[in-house]
C-alpha cells in the first residue's frame, strides 16, 4: 500500500553513527544518530520518513548503496547478504541540525532484525539513513483530523503533532502493548484529543482497539476531515474502508500505510 509522497528535491545516501541509545518505556526506545553527513539531511518534520540501514549480525562493517536515486535498491539487492545491510522505514522522530543530530524512535517487537538491532545498539555503531520524504499532507479543507495508528506508528504521530499548527482541531487514536507504555508529557495542540489505549493482552491483534475506537468516533460530515493512519496493515486498510464505504469519505482525503502485517517479516 503506496501513500502519495512528497519527496525531498534532492537528498543522498547519509552514513552515521550511534550516539545513544536511550529507553523510553517498556516497548520504546530511541536511538541518536550523529555525523557530519546529516548536513546534506533537510528536517521537514510531520512524518519525514527515512530509510535506515544498520549491519547484518557478523557484518563487519556498514555497506552502504552509493546511488542516490530509486536505483539503490536493486544496487542493495545485488549484494551477497554476507555484504547486504538490513533496511527498514523508519520516521525521524527529532533532528537537531545545529548538534548534528537525529532521533529514530524504535517500537521494540520481539527478535526482528531492527529490533534486536536497537536494543544492542551502542555509541559508534555505523547505521545509514536515505530520505524518503512524508505523507501527512492535509488537504487545505480539513476542519478536522483523525490521527490513527498502534506502536509501530506512534513515534510518527507524536511527530506529526509536534510540528502541528497550535489551531489544529483532532481526534489522535494510539494503541500501544502495555499502560507502561503511555506517556503523559507529550507536546500537541490543544486542539488534539489524544486517546492512549493500552492493549494488556498479548492475544490481541495490534491495531484491533484502535481500528474499533475510529470506527465508534462521531467524525465531520465527509469533505471536512482529512484521516492519517498507519500501523499493521488490518488496521490501515480496513479503517480506510470503514470510512470510505460507510461513511461517503472521499478516497484522497485518507492516508493510509501498513507499516507491517502480524505473523509476517519484513524481505531484506
Aim: charged letters at 25%; aromatic letters at 6%; glycine letters at 6%.
Amino acid at each position: 500500500m503506496l501513500p502519495k509522497v512528497r519527496t525531498p528535491e534532492t537528498r543522498r545516501m547519509i552514513t552515521l553513527e550511534v550516539c545513544r541509545n536511550t529507553k523510553l518505556t517498556p516497548t520504546f526506545s530511541t536511538i541518536t544518530l550523529a555525523g557530519t553527513e546529516l548536513e546534506h539531511l533537510k528536517p521537514v518534520g510531520f512524518d519525514q520518513t527515512v530509510r535506515l540501514f544498520f549491519p547484518r549480525e557478523g557484518q563487519d562493517r556498514l555497506r552502504m548503496p552509493t546511488l542516490s536515486n530509486e536505483a539503490w535498491m536493486a544496487e542493495l539487492l545485488l549484494l551477497p547478504k554476507s555484504r547486504r545491510p538490513w533496511v527498514r522505514n523508519y520516521t525521524i522522530r527529532q533532528a537537531r541540525p545545529e548538534l548534528g543530530e537525529v532521533d529514530i524512535e524504535f517500537a521494540l517487537h520481539g527478535d526482528t532484525p531492527a529490533s534486536t538491532w536497537a536494543r544492542h545498539a551502542r555509541p559508534g555503531d555505523p547505521a545509514g539513513i536515505f530520505d524518503m520524504g512524508v505523507s501527512y499532507l492535509p488537504p487545505r479543507h480539513a476542519e478536522r483530523q483523525l490521527l490513527v495508528g498502534d506502536e509501530s506508528a506512534v513515534p510518527a504521530i507524536l511527530a506529526i503533532l509536534e510540528h502541528a499548527p497550535a489551531s489544529l482541531s483532532a481526534d489522535v487514536i494510539l494503541e500501544v502493548p502495555t499502560t507502561a507504555d503511555i506517556r503523559p508529557d507529550i507536546t500537541a495542540p490543544e486542539g488534539a484529543r489524544v486517546h492512549w489505549l493500552p492493549r494488556n493482552d498479548a492475544s490481541l491483534l495490534p491495531g484491533s482497539l484502535a481500528l474499533q475506537a475510529a470506527k465508534d468516533l462521531p467524525l465531520p460530515p465527509p469533505g471536512r476531515f482529512y484521516t492519517w493512519v498507519a500501523g499493521e496493515a488490518t488496521l490501515a486498510t480496513g479503517l480506510r474502508r470503514h470510512l470510505v464505504r460507510d461513511r461517503g469519505v472521499p478516497k484522497p482525503d485518507i492516508a493510509f500505510q501498513g507499516y507491517w502485517r502480524h505473523g509476517r517479516s519484513s524481505p531484506g
